[in-house]
């Protein structure tokens, strides 16, 4: 998700656009990643890589304030908004509830809503989330199958697939060291 998120900020930046990260972190998500995992050493590991997320993030994405109630995201300003990739749609991540964020419903109506790959994993949306699909200016998603299952909700809301986003920029020098990659003649496998 954060390489993804790099990728279509990258992208956006690099056509001009003044993008950043929204950085919404409900109270589920928190509970959800900084929870203790089982044992002292896994726990150590998680917590080892919770800190090269964040220091990624940090350096390499430019990000709003931390948001962690739904309510104050009405507080950002933006003509265009765009929500998607990593199964944003997906109540099993988001804590068996539908988050309103993730389908920007706090944006106001002047403001264009775009979903970008956007995805639900295996999750199936119903009737109950048209209402906030229809709020969006364009939807794009990853799967045909979320394109399908959008359709059977409502045939007027114009969906397509999309291009996965960390396939929109071509590189990364900024962010990948290429110090392990051998320089001899190597196979894969």
């Not at 928190?30 to 998680?46: H, L, M, W």
């Not at 309103?100 to 106001?108: G, K, P, Q, R, T």
């Not at 209402?131 to 799967?143: A, H, N, P, S, T």
């Amino acid at each position: 998700a954060i390489v993804q998120t790099y990728a279509l900020i990258k992208h956006l930046r690099d056509l001009g656009h003044d993008a950043k990260l929204i950085n919404y972190q409900p109270l589920y998500f928190i509970r959800q990643v900084y929870r203790p995992a089982f044992g002292i050493v896994k726990t150590y590991q998680k917590i080892k890589k919770i800190v090269k997320f964040n220091d990624f993030r940090n350096k390499y994405i430019p990000q709003t304030k931390r948001h962690i109630n739904y309510s104050t995201l009405k507080s950002i300003k933006a003509d265009y908004f765009i929500c998607g990739s990593d199964q944003i749609w997906n109540k099993g991540v988001t804590d068996n509830k539908i988050d309103e964020a993730f389908f920007l419903n706090f944006v106001s109506d002047s403001s264009t809503r775009i979903a970008y790959a956007a995805s639900a994993g295996h999750f199936q949306l119903d009737n109950t989330y048209n209402y906030l699909l229809e709020k969006f200016d364009f939807i794009g998603v990853r799967e045909t199958s979320l394109m399908d299952n959008i359709n059977l909700i409502n045939k007027d809301i114009k969906v397509q697939t999309v291009l996965d986003p960390c396939l929109l920029i071509e590189d990364y020098d900024d962010v990948i060291s290429l110090r392990r990659v051998p320089e001899n003649e190597f196979v894969l496998s």
